[in-house]
């Protein structure tokens, strides 16, 4: 397993569960200095990053990129993928678009939360459905011819409707024709849905791509009341070869939460 911390580069999403926020330098010296394998990056486009900047500062900090956030789409252009009106619909997918052709260019995968929406309204469950699975088998495959998956996380209720479970989500990826898109499993939000958070790891199995490594309370590792022997337990029964990213509140402050997300990353894997 490999570990990774987040950086946002959105204001619009300012006080958000992001560890780093003062720009890629700063992240990047930080999660080096603290031994972390990657960064994890919330931009509020795929123009908003200059690859002359962070190719160099990757490189002089040995980090990669773990995965690049869609949820920019969302917060700051208001763009969901079951909207009811098509060209809504079209223009949420060629933000993932651009922002899949943007992480490909850091062997990175494209994260789909947000955006996916909710149903409601206009829009029943069903159709709603039908509108994530048509994207998702677009998406998945334009992701795929060029290098990379996508990844697709299911969200607490407070945030969607569509898929709360791991084990929903990983039913609804059997109903794609494209198998190029891979679970996103948050602990955050499972700590909310899961009756058993451990249980849901080994159900997701193989079709988990990318871990948001998080406490109870969505601070870094140590400051909630997860337990997270059993958590470690799991993912080595699933043999999960993935990363680890702490996607939590800066509390008490941006250092803070990494330290105690470098700690708890070498508990979990050692």
């Not at 969901?80 to 079209?90: F, I, K, V």
């Not at 789909?112 to 495959?141: K, W, Y």
């Not at 290098?147 to 569509?162: A, F, H, I, S, W």
Request: glycine share 10%; hydrophobic share 40%; charged share 20%.
């Amino acid at each position: 397993m490999k570990s990774a911390i987040t950086v946002s580069l959105v204001e619009e999403a300012r006080g958000g569960p992001f560890v780093f926020w003062n720009g890629l330098e700063d992240a990047c010296q930080q999660a080096s200095e603290l031994g972390f394998d990657a960064i994890e990056i919330f931009a509020p486009g795929p123009d908003a990053v200059d690859e002359n900047e962070l190719k160099p500062l990757l490189e002089k900090h040995g980090l990669i990129v773990a995965a690049v956030g869609t949820g920019a789409g969302m917060v700051k252009h208001g763009l969901s993928l079951t909207n009811p009106d098509a060209s809504h619909r079209g223009q949420a997918c060629d933000f993932v678009r651009q922002m899949i052709d943007f992480g490909a260019v850091y062997n990175a995968p494209a994260i789909i939360g947000s955006m996916q929406g909710r149903f409601g309204g206009e829009i029943d469950h069903a159709t709603a459905l039908g509108f994530l699975r048509e994207a998702l088998n677009e998406l998945g495959p334009y992701a795929a011819d060029r290098g990379v998956r996508l990844l697709y996380e299911p969200l607490n209720r407070y945030e969607t409707n569509l898929f709360t479970l791991i084990r929903d989500g990983v039913a609804f990826l059997d109903t794609l024709s494209t198998d190029n898109v891979k679970l996103l499993a948050d602990l955050f939000h499972m700590n909310i849905e899961e009756s058993d958070v451990s249980e849901a790891i080994r159900e997701g199995g193989e079709a988990i791509g990318h871990i948001h490594f998080v406490d109870s309370n969505r601070q870094a590792v140590g400051l909630g009341h997860t337990d997270f022997g059993p958590i470690a337990q799991a993912l080595r029964s699933i043999q999960y070869d993935g990363f680890l990213c702490a996607e939590a509140f800066p509390l008490p402050d941006s250092r803070t939460a990494a330290e105690k997300t470098i700690e708890g990353f070498r508990m979990v894997t050692t």
